[in-house]
């Protein structure tokens, strides 16, 4: 049970960071279209709101960030507490 929770932490963490990444590149996207004098063209998304960014980059993010995620924890949850490989233990 504790190896799911772990994983599933993990998985929340890289949507998360996924979604980080979502804002950054949106906002110097449009940055960088504003300052070229062009109007940014407003893609849906998955929740029905407004996007900058075209619908098969952000359906990467998400796949990356929940399939990042994912083997992020698979890794960690075997060095920490199966090999138990850490540097703080003496």
Partial sequence: MKKYI???SWI???SLL????????????INYLLAQNIVPVN???FGGHYCALPVWLQSGLVAVG???GFLAGKYFYRVIYIE????WKK
């Fill in 6 to 8: 772990y994983i599933i």
């Fill in 12 to 14: 929340v963490l890289g």
């Fill in 18 to 29: 996924a979604l980080l990444a979502h804002a950054g590149m949106e906002i110097g996207y």
């Fill in 43 to 45: 893609y849906g998304s």
């Fill in 66 to 68: 929940l399939f990042g």
């Fill in 84 to 87: 138990k490989r850490y540097h």
